[in-house]
């Protein structure tokens, strides 16, 4: 398990620990994919929910101010401005054939949270890369028919200087 400096997988990593190291969690970052750990050792710092094995509700712990983060959030609506959820947005920085990412999940309503380091500089892109099975917009067979409008957004300043919004457009039925 990586223990991270800040809540997303572009900040550095602080220390490792073995699969099954007990450990407190004091909170969550907004959009409750990362929480704040203590460890054994006392250090504090972030892991990603989804690798963690966890004793009780998540919905229960404060959300914990950000101040070590540039963050950066948007929201992915239908065409009738409706939220949806569980939609991966991926942040991609490409230097040369280097590039670094993270990525955010919206939440039931519509809103994704992502978290770059301080020194984070620009430009950035946003995008969507993939769509969970449990959001709205699939179907039994977890498939969905339609596209994303924009495709990609790049961001030229951090925190973007404009809202960002994806819409998702349905296939219409001929």
Known sequence: ??????????HA???RYEEGTAFAVVGKAPGGEWLKVEMPDSRYGWMLQTFLRLDGDIG???FIEITDSIIITGKVLDQNGEPVNAINMA???REGEESMRT???????GTFYAYLPLDSQPPWTVQVVGVGCTSRIMDADCKHSGTFDPAVITLEALPPSKEIVFTYLADQEP
């Open 60 to 62: 229960t712990l404060p």
């Open 91 to 93: 942040l991609i920085q």
């Open 1 to 10: 398990m990586r223990l991270r400096s800040g809540p997303g997988t572009v």
């Open 103 to 109: 990525d955010a999940f919206s939440t039931q309503d």
């Open 13 to 15: 990593i602080v220390s």
